[in-house]
């Protein structure tokens, strides 16, 4: 019977350990680009439905808003352009698809940069990662 053995991807023949229980082990808790995607992304039928673009927005938004607290963000359009090297087709499709699909809420905020009053107000959409779609931390798996 042929057997199949799961390895590390640095092809340096050792076993493969989970990257939250890595990080663990090395005292990196918290400070690894590791997330756990949440089951609700496979279980909900996410995987199958969302566009490329509504894929990587999902990616994106877990990055930004599955850690801590705060589960709100917002993407500046030209540092999107810079950070992600994605077009603002995608952005806007992505973000459009996972407003649709109740992964995120959007609240339109009126923002005075100065701070002061009578000054020049800029709009910004603010995107809140819905409950079912936070990220676990890197040293809380699910379970």
């Known amino acids: 019977m042929p057997?199949?053995?799961?390895?590390?991807?640095?092809?340096?023949?050792?076993?493969?350990r989970l990257p939250y229980?890595?990080?663990?082990?090395?005292?990196?808790?918290?400070?690894?680009?590791?997330?756990r995607v949440p089951e609700s992304f496979w279980l909900s039928g996410l995987c199958a439905t969302l566009s490329g673009a509504g894929i990587a927005m999902y990616l994106i938004a877990q990055s930004r808003?599955?850690?801590?607290?705060?589960?709100s963000f917002w993407i500046s359009p030209k540092q999107f352009a810079a950070q992600y090297d994605l077009g603002d087709s995608t952005r806007k499709k992505g973000l459009r698809?996972?407003?649709?699909?109740?992964?995120?809420?959007?609240?339109?905020?009126?923002?005075?940069?100065?701070?002061?009053?009578?000054?020049?107000?800029?709009r910004r959409n603010v995107y809140t990662l819905a409950h079912d779609h936070r990220s676990q931390t890197v040293g809380t798996p699910a379970g």
Request: hydrophobic share 25%; aromatic share 10%.
């Open 3 to 16: 057997e199949i053995a799961l390895l590390d991807e640095s092809l340096n023949h050792t076993e493969y």
């Open 97 to 122: 698809e996972l407003v649709g699909y109740g992964v995120l809420g959007e609240e339109t905020k009126l923002i005075d940069i100065t701070g002061g009053s009578g000054y020049r107000r800029y």
């Open 65 to 71: 808003a599955g850690w801590g607290d705060t589960h």
């Open 21 to 35: 229980l890595q990080a663990m082990d090395e005292g990196r808790e918290g400070r690894t680009n590791y997330s």
